[in-house]
């Protein structure tokens, strides 16, 4: 079996192999394993590469982005991120469930063939915005993408949706870009968290700051230092894999 520092290990292996389809009786034997597959899927993401110059000791190129593609349309990256995300709390000895959610987006450069694609006025970047949404230990619970021409606030508000299932969550972290979401929720409050009139330059926000250190967590790994995916929901994948090895490594 091909062995990168990206690989997966036995352990790491044994956490995510029950969240991936099992490989159907009969037909043709398939030559390259579930494990293979998903140990190319993780060079991509960590080198940059392009999915033609995946290394010739993986399975064929066409072979890796057409299992990728199938995955992602069944949500499988978004499944074990969200699995991982509990063991990494536990681990941690916190409740599975966060009282607490930070949101925030990050402008990112596109390609030049994106289905999506805008330019951000403020941050003068053209090509797409990652919105997520993270814990206090900066876990990527849910990631949406859009053209980063697109208000944060209409992401923000869908996240509202998804996160308003949490009954433990007591209060939600976000900008002054979500100035129409703050206030008192179901069961949560939205308050804005941003730094005072006199404070100049780059300053951390109290608890808010963890989310800022989760976009640089992932813009290490090279294939979303820039956004190379024509289709957004591609994309969003990219962030949970990534997210899903970093939890990997610290788990496993």
């Not at 140990?39 to 066409?62: E, M, V």
Request: aromatic content about 10%; charged content about 25%.
């Amino acid at each position: 079996m091909t062995n990168y520092p990206s690989s997966l290990t036995d352990n790491q292996w044994n956490l995510i192999e029950s969240f991936l389809p099992k490989l159907k009786s009969g037909g043709y034997e398939r030559k390259h394993s579930r494990r293979e597959m998903l140990n190319a899927i993780f060079y991509i993401n960590k080198t940059g590469c392009q999915w033609r110059y995946l290394p010739s000791d993986f399975a064929p190129w066409k072979s890796v982005y057409s299992y990728f593609r199938r995955l992602c349309a069944k949500n499988i990256f978004e499944k074990i991120n969200s699995h991982l995300n509990i063991r990494m709390r536990l681990k941690e000895g916190r409740d599975p469930k966060p009282s607490l959610f930070c949101i925030d987006s990050q402008s990112v450069d596109g390609d030049v063939n994106l289905d999506q694609k805008g330019t951000d006025g403020n941050k003068k970047v053209k090509g797409r915005k990652r919105h997520i949404v993270t814990d206090v230990l900066g876990l990527v619970f849910f990631c949406m993408i859009t053209a980063a021409n697109v208000s944060d606030i209409h992401p923000g508000r869908a996240f509202m949706t998804k996160i308003s299932e949490n009954q433990r969550l007591k209060k939600v972290l976000v900008d002054g870009a979500y100035q129409g979401m703050s206030g008192k929720k179901e069961n949560f409050i939205v308050e804005i968290s941003s730094k005072k009139p006199d404070q100049a330059g780059f300053v951390p926000i109290h608890k808010r700051w963890v989310v800022e250190r989760t976009f640089a967590w992932l813009k290490r790994q090279r294939r979303l230092a820039r956004d190379y995916e024509f289709d957004s929901s591609h994309q969003q994948s990219m962030v949970y894999i990534a997210m899903s090895k970093i939890m990997l490594n610290r788990l496993a």
